[in-house]
Nanobody
Framework: QVQVVESGGGLVQAGGSLRLSCTAS????????MSWYRQAPGERRELIAR???????NVANSVKGRFDISRDNAKNTVYLQMNSLKHEDTAVYYC??????????????WGQGTQVTVSS
């Protein structure tokens, strides 16, 4: 049993900042990569940022320079620091843990999502 839980969402005014956290819990020995996705109403879920187990990162062009992804492997936790927020950043933000190993079989897990609302 693996659980992935996000926290840190909320309401913020345009230009403000939020820091999202995501922690995977359970019998986990390794997570190959953790990612942040977001989905606005009526839109497809899109990849925002990804970080692998050795710290390599990819950030979508739409948020590059404003958002930063980091991780703490010892805590099975990934963070998304969001700065200079815009109204168009409003969405449900999801954490995705891929290549999660607790024994010999790996799996992929989604969090439940956390709402980020930017006023304008």
């Amino acid at each position: 049993q693996v659980q992935v839980v996000e926290s840190g969402g909320g309401l913020v005014q345009a230009g403000g900042s939020l820091r999202l956290s995501c922690t995977a819990s359970g019998r986990i020995s390794r997570i190959d990569a953790m990612s942040w996705y977001r989905q606005a109403p009526g839109e497809r879920r899109e990849l925002i940022a990804r970080i692998d187990n050795v710290g390599n990162t990819n950030v979508a062009n739409s948020v590059k320079g404003r958002f930063d992804i980091s991780r703490d492997n010892a805590k099975n936790t990934v963070y998304l620091q969001m700065n200079s927020l815009k109204h168009e950043d409003t969405a449900v933000y999801y954490c995705y843990a891929s290549g999660v190993y607790g024994g010999s079989i790996g799996g992929n897990y989604w969090g439940q999502g956390t709402q980020v609302t930017v006023s304008s």
